[in-house]
């Protein structure tokens, strides 16, 4: 892993500049910018093959871009495995989970980093740290020596979440953590978004659910063929804004309504 003095602007934790990914004859990425703040939720948004999961994969060192430089705490830097990303500070939690349904929540928040007491796993210590950092993030498991089985779509994610969270990340990737939740799991679950970022990390959250994405986002970066199509700040941005960016269409129904209705209002009767 290869490190060198870049500067990068105020409270920004990872940049990522001019970064393109190729695969044969397919331009996955190209010339990607993107600015991810401390204490910020930013939302990844993009159709079906707008290169979301694969700019994700970029940056967690699943794959090694083309192009471009990577800039993490003010430090240029080129990661070539996901440990390498974790040993950064980089966190990823994929929308497969990787958990072990077999496993109680203790063992898989520790699964392959267990604390040991000679040449013991030190259960007890183990079960105390899990027990402290589900409070922290105020999460709602019944207990942390019943399966990972037994928990709920939105218990599931929240130790996945937790699990990222043992190596002190400073940038957690979430992708599509609402997808096929219901409605109270999907509250459950952006509770513990928006208390990551009240922990001061940098979260970078993939999804296509738009109400998701207005409900704790504080910017959304939108990706349309594997191109850069925007950034918004979401206090200052309408959903169907947006919603164009990611289509590529300059006007779309609501926009055209909106439109009409504006001009018909200004003109005299």
Sequence with gaps: ?????????????????????????????????????AGEVLALVGDNGAGKSTLVKTIAGVYTADDGTMVFDGREVRVGSPAEAQQLGIATVFQDLALCDNLDV???????????????????????????????????????????????????????????????????????????????????????????RERGLAVILISHNMADVMAV??????????RNNGVFTVSETKTQD????ITGATDNAVSERAARRTQQEGTPS
């Excluded at 044969?24 to 010339?31: I, R």
């Excluded at 007890?124 to 498991?141: G, Y």
């Design 106 to 196: 203790v063992a898989n928040l520790y699964l392959g980093r267990e604390l040991r007491k000679g040449r013991v796993l030190d259960e007890v210590e183990m079960e105390r740290s899990s027990w402290e950092l589900l409070r922290q993030l105020s999460a709602k498991i019944p207990s942390v020596r019943i399966p990972v089985a037994s928990l709920s779509g939105g218990q599931r994610q929240t130790v996945a979440i937790a699990r990222s969270l043992l190596g002190d990340p400073k940038v957690v990737m979430l992708d599509e953590p609402t997808a096929a939740l219901g409605v109270a799991q999907t509250a459950e679950v952006l509770n513990l978004v928006e208390r990551l």
């Design 217 to 226: 986002a504080d910017r959304v970066a939108v990706l349309r063929l594997g």
């Design 242 to 245: 947006i919603i164009a960016a």
């Design 1 to 37: 892993m290869t490190v060198t003095p870049t500067p990068v602007g105020t409270g920004t934790v990872l940049a990522l500049r001019g970064v393109s990914k190729r695969f044969g004859a397919v331009q996955a990425l190209k010339n990607i910018e993107l600015d991810v703040r």
